[in-house]
């Protein structure tokens, strides 16, 4: 089966460093994503790793390592509008095709 | 460029009622997806298009939910009957290809339906 686990909710100091970690478990595992939600609002894409390693992207980074199953993404220089949940989805190959499977999501709130 | 349209943005309907979504997927963008997202989790994908055709459907509650994209664009997703637990909002979102090459996916702004 498929199963995607992330810490329900964090908590962060306006221009601290966060890391949201994501471990999941597919049987065809092909990449995952990283999504930014805020309240109310639809997802939006933030990162994509599908080898292992650091991708850098302005003050977000995503790590991926497929050994261990295990993804983070870190938050630099936090600013309030970064207040929103983190989706972790995994992209996973069945018979059916690519399908992305997402996790509940970490709620980060950023205070001042 | 047009992002992904839904309509309508909210809806609220008594239980038994049926209810219909539309979606307009970014123009070009090969695959469509329509996710159910309850209020506290992720998104859950109930049905995957690869142009007109469906790619996954694995958890579409087939007895009363049914989508449809004719044309292999637009797309609708009706509920009949609702229940209780379909509260929930309906993102609809769409990718340039869903199976060889790796895209992103666009989400609509979504429908917030409350069936009471």
């Known amino acids: 089966g498929q199963n995607i686990d992330q810490p329900t909710e964090m908590t962060a100091t306006e221009g601290a460093i966060v890391q949201i970690n994501c471990t999941y478990q597919?049987?065809?595992?092909?990449?995952l994503f990283w999504y930014q939600q805020h309240a109310g609002e639809a997802p939006t894409f933030l990162s994509y790793n599908v080898l292992d390693g650091l991708e850098e992207k302005g003050r977000f980074s995503s790590f991926l390592s497929r050994s261990k199953g295990y993804s983070y993404l870190l938050l630099k220089e936090l600013q309030m509008k970064d207040s929103a949940s983190y989706l972790c989805?995994?992209?996973?190959?069945?018979?059916?095709?690519?399908?992305?499977?997402f996790g509940a999501g970490t709620r980060l709130f950023v205070k001042a | 460029e047009a992002g992904v349209a839904q309509s309508p943005r909210y809806k609220i309907i008594e239980k038994r009622q049926s209810v219909a979504f539309w979606c307009n997927p970014i123009?070009?963008?090969?695959?469509l997806y329509w996710y159910q997202q309850i209020l506290g989790q992720g998104p859950k994908l109930l049905i995957q298009?690869?142009?007109?055709?469906?790619?996954?459907d694995s958890q579409l509650p087939k007895d009363r939910f049914s989508a449809e994209r004719l044309k292999g664009v637009d797309s609708t997703l009706k509920i009949q009957p609702a229940k209780l637990e379909d509260s929930a909002v309906y993102l609809c979102?769409?990718?340039?290809?869903?199976?060889?090459?790796?895209?992103?996916?666009?989400f609509g702004p979504g429908t917030r339906l409350t069936v009471t």
């Open positions: 989805a995994v992209r996973d190959l069945n018979t059916g095709g690519f399908k992305t499977i």
């Open positions: 298009f690869q142009n007109n055709g469906v790619v996954d």
């Open positions: 123009s070009g963008h090969a695959t």
């Open positions: 597919t049987s065809g595992f092909n990449g």
């Open positions: 979102a769409s990718s340039l290809d869903g199976r060889g090459a790796v895209y992103e996916q666009y």
